[in-house]
């Protein structure tokens, strides 16, 4: 048989080279959720059903990687700020498209970004992303302009390092405004999926073979609302699911994975009023606290958290444990404190159970009553006398945010992943005026730990960002004006026969490179 000749055979190998691959299995991935969104806007939502599945619709400037908060390019190849830290330029790829077909220009991703970022009829509704990753809208962003087709550039009022960690966050994703065929604004993205049905009922993926990471590697994603915890894997089966991300722990079973979070919980101890002013108090506190009690008392729901980030937050500092589960330590700091008696303290806490979101707010994994008795009996064995305060979250946060406490269970969410978004508004006075705005609910105020937090939020040089952000939690540390008890647990429950989802802390696990097992389902 006669070879092809050279010029054939190269002209076959260049048709090959510059046509998508098509790898996607031709089957659909049945994933259920607590819940489904009325509408796939990412700045809506900072976790829960609404990013789960936007992620799967829209890509974001720079994202994370793998287990971290620490960022890598995205629709963004490269980044580079100004020496002043006023000005970040971020150079588009080559190769993206929208889900329509057309190629994604800087203009794009201006009319996307600005669409969160400036008030009128197309703004998001709520507006989260910009509110708690960008301090409102604009919030710290001054313009956001097309320096050409390929080059967006993000001028700000403040150095703010935090821009391209936060800008990972799905929801900053880049959805595009474009008009419907009834003149109403739609959302198109360049993720690995694009919606084909979105009902009350169920939700519809489709693959995005032109996908510039790779066409998925199933044909379809189905979603649907299922909130029936999941016992068993026949559960799985009987339903019909392959992916299910339930609304809280399932029990141990085979297929079901989790993840470390970045939302905590903690006790803030109001620092204004006696006896937590006295710092040997506080240092009691975090003696008696007992990790093994808090682990028991939020069961699968979290982890006890020995440091102030969770695992996996850029700028965590390891160290030695801060709940040390040791009465003796406490009863010798209570000694230290100058208090002529032991303190009999109150706790307050909200009775209901939820996940609240934002910066500083009531709440606890599993059965609250449970948490608190935990912490009761931990300081008691030190010799505090603490009282049960529950109350409705609402009463609770009211009662938190006018300083009427003594101490607090409350949670937080290290938000976008940069240790800025909880260190500082936590710990520094800019959150201690007491009122609806208040979030720093221990009161606590010092000059030199605001200063390095602020100095953290405006380093861009890495390195040195990351050695200000451990001398400020070397310096909670030894104040200890809040404690941290633990972090909350993502978790997911799949099919033997699902293969390659890996989870991630923002809690928003990507599906483009699941598959499922031939010969499975």
Known sequence: ????????????????????????????????????????????ALGGPTLFLCRQVYDTLLQYRDGSSDVEAGLAISWAVSKQGLSWT???????????????????????LQRVLLPGPRAPVPN??????????????????????????????????PLPTVLAHPALAIAVPVPGPDQATRLMGTGPFMPQEVGASRIVLGAHLAYW???????????????????????LEARGLDIVVPAAAPPPMTGAQSVIGWQIGYVALQTERDPFRRKKVRQAVAAALDPA????AVERNAIPLQSFLPPGVRGRREGSPIMLGSPELARRLLGESGLRERPSVSLLFAASNGTPRGAAAPGAPGDSMRLAR????????AGLTVGLKPQ????????????????????????????????????SVEGAIKGPAAV??????????????????????????????????????????????????????????VRNLRLHPCGAARLDRVFLEPGGR
């Open 213 to 235: 990471g790779g066409a998925p590697r199933v044909a379809q994603v189905e979603v649907v609302a299922d909130a029936e915890p999941i016992r068993s894997p026949a559960d």
């Open 128 to 161: 989260l992303a910009a509110l708690r990753l960008l301090r409102g809208a604009p919030g710290i962003v001054k313009e956001v302009r097309a320096a050409d087709t390929r080059n967006v550039q993000v001028d700000l009022v403040l150095p703010y390092a």
């Open 90 to 112: 971020f150079r588009l790829r080559d190769d993206v498209r929208l889900h329509d077909g057309s190629v994604l220009t800087a203009q794009h991703v201006v009319a996307a």
């Open 1 to 44: 048989m006669a070879r092809p000749p050279a010029a054939l055979l190269l002209a076959v190998l260049c048709a090959l080279a510059f046509c998508p691959t098509v790898s996607a299995q031709p089957v659909a991935l049945r994933v259920a959720v607590p819940t489904l969104p009325a509408a796939l806007d990412p700045a809506t």
């Open 440 to 497: 720093n609910l221990s009161f606590f105020r010092n000059p030199r730990l605001d200063d390095l937090l602020i100095r953290g939020s405006q380093l861009s040089f890495s390195p040195e960002r990351l050695r200000v952000y451990s001398r400020a939690q070397a310096m909670l540390a030894d104040e200890l004006p809040w404690i941290p008890l633990y972090a909350r647990l993502h978790w997911v429950i799949a099919r033997a026969d």
């Open 374 to 381: 935990a912490i009761q009996a931990s300081l008691g064995a």
């Open 293 to 296: 009690r808090i682990g028991g």
């Open 392 to 427: 409705s979250r609402e009463a609770a946060l009211v009662v938190a945010r006018s300083g009427e406490h003594d101490a607090a269970l409350l949670e937080a969410e290290v938000a976008g992943g940069d240790p800025h978004l909880l260190l500082y508004p936590l710990s």
